[in-house]
């Protein structure tokens, strides 16, 4: 699959209309040869994926956070931190026909303040109102090549010298040489002609005898096997072998048609999932349907052929662990509970003894039964009545002691449970390593997991801090000890607390006396977004004052009780911008 210049343009047009003028909010390595970028626009967060695998290089957008997929940090991400990250995308640039697409990045170079974590970087973002004070600034260039074993990802400077590159290039290599300090040269133009000015004798003079897929991409710009195919399926009703006798006039003018139309983003499907993306309608593909933009073409392309990221393999590995755990303590209250039952029923032993002691000269030798009330009381005709009315009184006199234990321990077990179900959702919404890492600690730390030996200690992480678009801070927990700092250190007596109702999740202050409604909104939405309950269309969402809210007694960190509280219902989603993500 060929991710052509055509499909590059559509792309183009579609970050045109999301991240221009965006600032980004966060960089990450998403692997060794991919970069993640978060942008803020238009008061909507945007993520970018950039790669450069020669068997996968691409760009577009993605509908999932994007997190790191590499550890330490090389130089070339120190460079993205430095130039990138704080900065406006102030253009977007595609040099006609080809696989080259250049991001003009200006920041602030005061803004810049280091993030202690190694996963992501953020920043605090400067208003736009304080930019008269700025007195200096950074400009680069953000250069993506998408061309498949010749990929790269470049950071170029305000004088068109390379920075660095995700993959360095030597002379040994390449004549095009991509080393820092090396001047930036544009990948140099195929001896080809200009689609557009396509004509009837261009076309029969490329076409010749041979085969006419290879004849067109062979003789113009941008036009990939696929984009060929599809022109000759146009214009001949099928893709013909040999470019004897073809009706040269009409492939020229389909030629000129499918590159000057708009994006008409495709998805080709069969029974095993997408086979073919393209951005017009492809005849030549069965199976081929629209969607709603090129980004989702290519995202639903490639999800189907990447193996599992780093972090959803390492997601996956914890709750595994947590789901046996569960279950051991699942058996455990289970019987619990059963022995409980029996010791309630052995209160029947005691009345059982005593009704044998005072119909004890009423016992006939060798009796079976006495009934008394109506019930039924069995007999050993073998043994005496005092000694049957004894045994079940010592059998009752240990059952005391039990029935006093066996409470506690059923509600320390359910008080676990509730625990371990609480880690189990946050682990199910958590967006990157750090968190998933976070969780685990937690796990070790509530007695959940063994501790592990290799485990990097981890730096205390601050909740996540959200401008909403009125300018009002929120603060979201998205583990269980963020979740109590959010709710009984962050958080004021007044301040509103949001969670969502009756299912597990992250506690959401707004820190703010009396609040808009549209921030109220924002703040419900994402705390329906850090649920349970992510994926459904609406949730239902608890709203109180902080000092509602209350600890359970020697309950699981971050699980509380409130009253009273009022209901809305919200949309999750991510809202506002973020502040400080650690």
Same mark, same amino acid.
């Given at each position: 699959?060929?991710?052509?210049?055509?499909?590059?343009?559509?792309?183009?047009?579609?970050?045109?209309?999301?991240?221009?003028?965006?600032?980004?909010?966060?960089?990450v390595?998403?692997g060794?040869?991919?970069?993640?970028?978060?942008?803020?626009?238009?008061?909507?967060?945007?993520?970018?994926?950039?790669?450069?695998?020669?068997?996968?290089?691409?760009?577009?957008?993605v509908?999932?956070?994007?997190?790191?997929?590499?550890?330490?940090?090389?130089?070339?991400?120190?460079?993205?931190?430095?130039?990138?990250?704080?900065?406006?995308?102030?253009?977007?640039?595609?040099?006609?026909?080809?696989?080259?697409?250049?991001?003009?990045?200006?920041?602030?170079?005061?803004?810049?303040?280091?993030?202690?974590?190694?996963?992501?970087?953020?920043?605090?973002?400067?208003?736009?109102?304080?930019?008269?004070?700025?007195?200096?600034?950074?400009?680069?260039?953000?250069?993506?090549?998408?061309?498949?074993?010749?990929s790269?990802?470049?950071?170029?400077?305000?004088?068109?010298?390379?920075?660095?590159?995700?993959?360095r290039?030597?002379?040994?290599?390449?004549?095009?040489?991509?080393?820092?300090?090396?001047?930036?040269?544009?990948?140099?133009?195929?001896?080809?002609?200009?689609?557009?000015?396509a004509?009837?004798?261009?076309i029969?003079?490329?076409?010749?005898?041979?085969?006419?897929?290879?004849?067109?991409?062979?003789?113009?710009?941008g036009?990939?096997?696929?984009?060929?195919?599809?022109?000759?399926?146009?214009?001949?009703?099928?893709?013909?072998?040999?470019?004897? $006798?073809?009706? &040269? =006039?009409?492939i020229?003018?389909? !030629?000129?048609?499918?590159? +000057?139309? #708009?994006?008409?983003?495709?998805? /080709?499907?069969?029974?095993? $999932?997408?086979? &073919? =993306?393209?951005?017009?309608?492809? !005849?030549?593909l069965?199976? +081929?349907? #629209?969607?709603?933009?090129?980004? /989702?073409?290519?995202?639903?392309?490639?999800?189907?052929?990447?193996?599992?990221?780093?972090r959803?393999?390492?997601? +996956?590995?914890?709750?595994?662990?947590?789901?046996?755990?569960?279950?051991?303590l699942?058996?455990?209250r289970?019987?619990?509970?059963?022995e409980?039952a029996?010791?309630?029923?052995l209160?029947?032993?005691?009345?059982?003894?005593?009704?044998?002691?005072?119909?004890?000269?009423?016992?006939?030798?060798?009796?079976?039964?006495?009934?008394?009330e109506g019930?039924?009381?069995?007999?050993?005709?073998?043994?005496?009545p005092i000694?049957?009315?004894?045994e079940?009184?010592?059998?009752?006199?240990?059952?005391?002691?039990?029935?006093?234990?066996?409470?506690?321990?059923?509600?320390?077990t359910?008080?676990?449970?509730?625990?371990?179900d609480?880690?189990?959702?946050?682990?199910?919404?958590?967006?990157?390593?750090?968190?998933?890492?976070?969780?685990?600690?937690?796990?070790?730390?509530?007695?959940?997991?063994?501790p592990?030996?290799?485990?990097?200690?981890?730096?205390r992480?601050?909740?996540?801090?959200?401008?909403?678009?009125?300018?009002?801070?929120?603060?979201?927990?998205?583990?269980?000890r963020?979740?109590?700092?959010?709710t009984?250190?962050?958080?004021?007596?007044?301040d509103?607390?949001?969670?969502?109702?009756?299912i597990h999740?992250?506690?959401?202050?707004?820190?703010?006396?009396?609040?808009?409604?549209?921030?109220?909104?924002?703040?419900?939405?994402?705390?329906?977004?850090?649920?349970?309950?992510?994926?459904?269309?609406?949730?239902?969402?608890?709203?109180?004052?902080?000092?509602?809210?209350?600890?359970?007694?020697?309950?699981?960190?971050?699980?509380v009780?409130?009253?009273?509280?009022?209901?809305?219902?919200a949309?999750?989603?991510?809202?506002?911008?973020?502040?400080?993500?650690?």
């Open positions: 699959m060929y991710f052509d210049a055509l499909t590059l343009t559509a792309v183009v047009e579609e970050l045109r209309a999301t991240v221009l003028s965006g600032r980004i909010q966060r960089v390595l998403v060794p040869l991919a970069i993640g970028l978060e942008v803020y626009a238009h008061s909507q967060r945007h993520y970018l994926f950039a790669s450069a695998d020669p068997q996968a290089a691409r760009i577009h957008l509908n999932q956070r994007l997190t790191r997929g590499v550890d330490g940090e090389p130089p070339f991400l120190l460079l993205l931190r430095k130039y990138v990250l704080g900065g406006r995308i102030v253009n977007i640039e595609q040099p006609p026909y080809e696989r080259v697409v250049l991001f003009s990045i200006t920041k602030a170079a005061e803004s810049r303040k280091r993030s202690v974590n190694t996963d992501e970087i953020t920043i605090d973002d400067l208003d736009d109102d304080e930019t008269d004070q700025v007195e200096e600034w950074l400009h680069c260039d953000l250069i993506i090549e998408p061309q498949d074993r010749r790269n990802i470049i950071l170029v400077d305000d004088n068109n010298l390379i920075l660095d590159a995700i993959k290039v030597t002379p040994r290599m390449s004549s095009r040489v991509i080393l820092p300090r090396r001047a930036y040269e544009l990948p140099p133009a195929p001896p080809k002609r200009d689609p557009l000015r004509t009837a004798a261009d029969e003079a490329a076409l010749g005898h041979g085969d006419p897929v290879k004849a067109l991409v062979a003789a113009y710009r036009i990939s096997p696929q984009t060929a195919r599809e022109v000759l399926m146009r214009a001949c009703g099928a893709v013909p072998k040999s470019g004897q $006798g073809l009706p &040269a =006039y009409t020229a003018a389909r !030629l000129r048609e499918i590159v +000057a139309e #708009p994006p008409a983003p495709h998805l /080709a499907s069969d029974e095993n $999932g997408p086979i &073919a =993306y393209a951005p017009y309608r492809p !005849l030549h069965p199976g +081929a349907a #629209p969607v709603t933009s090129m980004s /989702a073409a290519l995202d639903a392309f490639y999800a189907t052929r990447q193996p599992p990221s780093g959803d393999q390492r997601r +996956a590995d914890l709750a595994a662990q947590l789901q046996n755990s569960r279950e051991h699942a058996r455990q289970e019987q619990i509970a059963a409980l029996r010791v309630n029923e209160d029947r032993l005691r009345w059982e003894g005593e009704m044998i002691f005072a119909f004890l000269h009423q016992i006939p030798r060798g009796a079976t039964e006495l009934i008394v019930e039924r009381i069995a007999l050993d005709p073998g043994r005496s000694e049957q009315a004894q079940r009184f010592k059998a009752y006199e240990k059952a005391k002691s039990a029935r006093s234990i066996l409470p506690e321990r059923l509600a320390e359910e008080t676990r449970l509730a625990g371990i609480q880690l189990l959702a946050l682990l199910a919404v958590a967006d990157d390593t750090t968190q998933i890492d976070l969780i685990a600690a937690e796990a070790e730390e509530a007695g959940y997991l063994r592990s030996t290799g485990r990097r200690r981890l730096q992480a601050r909740p996540l801090q959200i401008r909403s678009s009125e300018g009002l801070p929120i603060y979201v927990g998205r583990t269980a963020q979740n109590e700092e959010v009984f250190r962050l958080a004021r007596p007044t509103l607390w949001l969670h969502a109702r009756n999740g992250a506690h959401v202050i707004i820190r703010a006396d009396n609040p808009p409604e549209r921030t109220i909104a924002e703040a419900a939405a994402l705390a329906a977004y850090y649920s349970q309950a992510r994926h459904d269309a609406a949730v239902e969402v608890d709203i109180c004052r902080r000092r509602a809210v209350r600890k359970i007694p020697g309950g699981p960190v971050g699980l009780s409130y009253h009273p509280e009022r209901t809305v219902r949309r999750p989603q991510l809202c506002g911008e973020v502040v400080q993500k650690w």
